[in-house]
């Protein structure tokens, strides 16, 4: 047993962060920080350069082009861009490539693949509507058969990144005889394609979101990933992936020490922050919360180079990490005092506003990509085996 | 990185279990909590038999040597069972130290004994108010002829009426060194109180007066003993932190089986989301706690510089987790776990013993802050 990092992964991460040094420039930061989660020129030219240099395949086996390494160095890889607050290019990378590798034709794999490890193509997820959220077997977008296509119609809703997406990953019913979850399949298209309509929805945490509107959308029967009507099997592989870097600690830890290192500075009532116990005990709290979330983010990951599935865990995980985010802006925005009310970019503001930030998007962070009580769930029926309900 | 355990100290483990699972059952746990007998005698003798007893000291000591995780392996074992025994207490703190700080007669003496289940020795470290720090002891060690006489309180002493011998943690008054002493609980000049305890049902407040030993009694060459003492509450704290683990998954386990059997609104009540959320967490709890363990036994095991805050980390992480496992399973049992006749106050009371040990958490806490 052994919860060390091998002198390689050591070594790789000093790797990462010099390519980062030497390419984040303080543009690209600022870019990214007022963008509202809408890449700018900047953003997308060094999506690019990830893509050149080979960053983004880290964790992708060799046959796909990717470095070959473990989980654990795709994780280092993340916690690394994280924690300069880059978070381009992640789901695409981390998700839905994995499963296309383990789900889609070999036709389909050269097609998308190496442009994903380029960077030139960023996939959204199409699964929401407005009418199925946590219950998404319910959802009514439908694509019939017309020849060799389909043709999709229908609505989607918080489909984050397709104003800037290139492609969407879409669920759509194609046999509404059959039972509902046994119906549905999963399309990849391009979001130019001819009925496609992008709508911005902007929300509270500073996030653009949209809704997509389908009518009569066109595609080729070589979009349909996977077996037709295995979309909601296809959806769980994903979500699988997806889970494992949902939940996420580097960027919690470096607030964190940011917070101490704030609270070692600024004075209230003629003393530090740092000097109230009470300031102490919810620090400490924080600390060893933020240290769980860490070892079961490492957990994940080792089982996934396993071969293991980390079903419970990962989902533990994402429960753990968005309900920690919410606790440790709203408690350090408490301990910074009326300061911890000032957003990025306001005079006064504490840690740059990153507390306030985090707490504006936190809410998000819990019902987005599966409500936490659907992640209970699976972890009370497939982690510890309880009977549905 | 490594997450698991070797195949060697995987049946460890299992040995482990089956043997607990055949000599501690809940009513001998009972029993002994009971005060018939205070001492779980042949338990005891059947782990010595099972060389736990020498685990954790080295080949010259007649030890095994065996590394910290499998030591740890054993007591997550002890903790699943909720054994009554001084395993932490006598093996780990006392043979540690005896083992750190004795002279080559005194191992041999002490050490063997130990190994074989025919010494009980307790630890009598703490003084009021309860604080473990060597900088405060206040019992002194005063030279006389070629021996010592020994005068002062120890509080929160585990079974001090069953040990054979005590190892007081006592100022000499001549150096101001701290020194550690072995004293017979039944000597003119010891007296025993009994402290009733929620938790632990053998503590005792130890009043020496002028208790008379010989120059041997004291353990190795004149040096403080303080920072001896201070590696031994680090290692205390990450094996607790093993134990609690343990306890806190057999809790866990007993209350998902009990929410898949019992049933209400002719369904399982684990069928409702309710329960389900509150195992969730509570698994999620127990996962975490056991890294945060293991990943400050791998510390201790590999020398690395971060014992101290990986095994605060660990202290703090596993006993709340055990202790609100415990109250969690209460929710979840009602009644049937509240009543004095079925086993899961058993576990409860151990959650709150593993919290006040040696090295309590609130002061593990408070440890944390300083790291911080």
């Known amino acids: 047993m052994d919860f060390r990092f091998t002198p390689e992964q050591e070594r790789f991460r000093r790797e990462i962060r010099r390519f980062l040094d030497a390419h984040v420039s303080e543009a690209l930061r600022e870019e990214i920080a007022t963008c509202a989660y809408t890449p700018g020129p900047l953003a997308k030219d060094f999506l690019r350069l990830l893509g050149e240099q080979g960053w983004l395949g880290v964790g992708w086996p060799k046959e796909y082009g990717g470095q070959g390494k473990t989980m654990i160095e795709q994780m280092i890889f993340y916690d690394e861009l994280d924690l300069r607050d880059i978070h381009y290019g992640g789901l695409t990378i981390t998700s839905l490539a994995m499963t296309l590798m383990k789900l889609a034709s070999e036709e389909q794999k050269q097609q998308y693949l190496p442009r994903i490890l380029r960077g030139e193509l960023e996939i959204c997820l199409g699964y929401t509507e407005p009418g199925a959220g946590s219950d998404l077997a319910s959802l009514i977008t439908r694509a019939e058969r017309d020849g060799e296509d389909y043709v999709i119609t229908g609505q989607k809703v918080f489909t984050t990144g397709a104003h800037y997406c290139t492609h969407i990953w879409l669920l759509a019913r194609t046999a509404p005889e059959l039972p509902r979850h046994k119906g549905l399949s999963i399309f990849i298209f391009p979001l130019d394609s001819p009925g496609v309509t992008v709508r911005p929805i902007y929300t509270m945490g500073g996030i653009r979101t949209n809704e997509v509107f389908l009518d009569r959308v066109r595609v080729p029967g070589s979009a349909m990933i996977g077996a037709p009507n295995s979309g909601f099997y296809t959806v769980a592989v994903a979500l699988d992936f997806e889970r494992i870097f949902m939940g996420k600690y580097a960027r919690l830890r470096r607030n964190f020490n940011e917070l101490i290192a704030c609270c070692r500075r600024l004075t209230r009532d003629g003393r530090t922050l740092w000097g109230d116990p009470l300031v102490q005990d919810r620090l400490v709290d924080l600390h060893i919360a933020i240290e769980r979330l860490r070892l079961l983010c490492f957990k994940s990951a080792w089982m996934v180079d396993q071969g293991k599935t980390p079903t419970a865990e990962a989902s533990a995980q994402k429960v753990m990490a968005s309900e920690l985010e919410q606790r440790l802006a709203d408690e350090g925005m408490k301990i910074l005092g009326p300061c911890g009310q000032l957003e990025p970019g306001s005079p006064h503001a504490p840690m740059e506003g990153r507390l306030v930030s985090s707490w504006l998007l936190a809410p998000m962070m819990r019902f987005g990509g599966g409500a936490n009580e659907i992640q209970r769930d699976i972890i009370a029926q497939r982690g510890l085996g309880l009977p549905r309900g | ?372």
């Open chain 2, 1 to 372: 990185m490594d997450l698991e355990l070797s195949q060697e100290q995987a049946q460890v483990r299992d040995a482990a279990r089956r043997f607990l699972e055949r000599e501690c059952s809940p009513s001998l746990v009972r029993r002994v909590r009971e005060g018939a007998p205070s001492h779980p005698q042949a338990l005891w003798a059947g782990m010595a038999e099972q060389g736990w007893l020498t685990l954790p000291f080295e080949e010259a000591c007649g030890g095994l040597a065996a590394g910290w995780v499998t030591l740890a392996v054993v007591v997550e074992e002890l903790g699943r069972a909720c054994d009554p025994t001084p395993f932490i207490d006598c093996v780990v703190n006392c043979g540690g130290l005896i083992q750190d700080l004795g002279g080559d007669v005194q191992k041999q003496r002490w050490l063997t004994a130990l190994t074989r289940g025919e010494l009980l020795v307790s630890l009598a470290l703490l003084e009021s108010p309860a604080d473990p720090n060597p900088e405060r002891i206040e019992t002194r060690l005063e030279a006389e002829g070629t021996g010592f006489r020994v005068s002062g309180r120890k509080l929160f002493v585990e079974r001090a009426a069953d040990a054979d011998l005590l190892l007081v943690a006592a100022r000499e008054t001549a150096s101001g060194r701290v020194r550690l002493a072995l004293v017979a609980p039944r000597t003119a000049g010891v007296e025993l109180v009994r402290l009733r305890s929620l938790a632990h049902p053998h503590l005792y407040e130890v009043r020496l007066e002028g208790v008379a030993i010989e120059g041997g009694q004291v353990l190795g060459e004149p040096i403080d003993a303080a920072s001896a003492l201070q590696a031994a509450i680090r290692r205390a704290a990450a094996l607790q932190s093993a134990a609690a683990v343990g306890g806190a998954q057999r809790v866990l386990e007993m209350a998902v089986a009990h929410a898949r059997e019992r049933h209400q609104f002719g369904k399982p009540i684990g069928s409702f989301q309710a329960v389900q959320h509150m195992l969730a967490d509570v698994w999620a709890e127990v996962e975490t706690a056991r890294l945060a363990a293991y990943e400050a036994i791998t510390e201790l095991e590999f020398g690395g510089n971060a014992v101290e805050e990986k095994a605060a980390i660990a202290r703090c992480a596993s006993s709340q987790c055990f202790v609100r496992t415990c109250l969690t399973a209460h929710q979840i049992f009602g009644g049937m776990g509240f009543m004095w006749e079925t086993d899961l106050h058993l576990w409860t009371r151990k959650a709150k013993e593993i919290e006040f040990a040696c090295g309590d958490v609130g002061l593990w806490r408070r440890r944390l802050a300083e790291l911080l």
